[in-house]
């Protein structure tokens, strides 16, 4: 039997857990990042296989068909997100703990298959007025995509509960430690 954990972060598009999980990884704390599939294209420098499994809409849903999925969701309108049982599979026999940068649907949903073998964090964003400029200041994305994350920011809000901590990133430094902190303490087991 493995001993891997699991760690979720889930939040808001733009409330900066990607930021938050690369700190974790960097650590050495034996994490492997959950690769998920998804049907949107790559962005800027991402890698097929590294930060996606870039999938056509037919192969993703040819693998839900499949019952390849732990987890699928439509996240927005037509781009669909999974996380492949092959990859929960692959990292827990490599003996390595898994890092889950999921939304927050997938996020409870896996959390609640998995119970106390995951932590599940919710990293929030100090308000909409700034999850909006964190994301234009990205300006990856165009800006009717922009306002459709900034309305379901405020749906996912209302997930909050279903995990286990909740960390506000308002100040990007005290947010890493808190959950380098929490994290470890997860991993020596003393936190539940
Ligand atoms: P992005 O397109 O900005 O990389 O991700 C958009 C959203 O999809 C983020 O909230 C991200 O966490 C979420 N996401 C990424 N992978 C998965 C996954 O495997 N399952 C689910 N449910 N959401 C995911």
Not at 22 to 39: C, E, M, P, R, V
Not at 148 to 166: P, W, Y
Request: glycine residues 8%; hydrophobic residues 40%; negative net charge.
């Amino acid at each position: 039997m493995s001993e891997g954990k699991m760690v979720i972060f889930s939040a808001p598009s733009g409330a900066g857990k990607t930021t938050i999980v690369k700190h974790l990884l960097s650590l050495g704390l034996n994490f492997a990042f959950s690769i998920s599939a998804t049907t949107r294209k790559p962005r800027g420098v991402e890698i097929d296989g590294k930060d996606y499994y870039f999938l056509t809409p037919e192969e993703f849903q040819s693998k839900i068909n499949n019952h390849e999925f732990l987890e699928w969701e439509e996240v927005y309108p037509g781009c669909f997100y999974g996380t492949l049982k092959s990859e929960v599979e692959r990292i827990l026999q490599a003996g390595g703990h898994i890092l889950f940068d999921i939304d927050v649907v997938g996020g409870s949903n896996i959390k609640k298959q998995y119970g106390d073998k995951a932590l599940a964090v919710f990293i929030q964003a100090p308000s909409i007025e700034e999850l909006r400029n964190r994301l234009l200041n990205r300006s990856t994305d165009h800006p009717e995509i922009i306002q459709e994350r900034i309305a379901k920011a405020e749906f996912e809000m209302s997930f909050v509960k279903l995990f286990d901590i909740v960390i506000i990133n308002d100040r990007l430094e005290d947010a890493l430690l808190e959950a380098e902190t929490n994290v470890n303490r997860f991993l020596k087991g003393t936190n539940q």
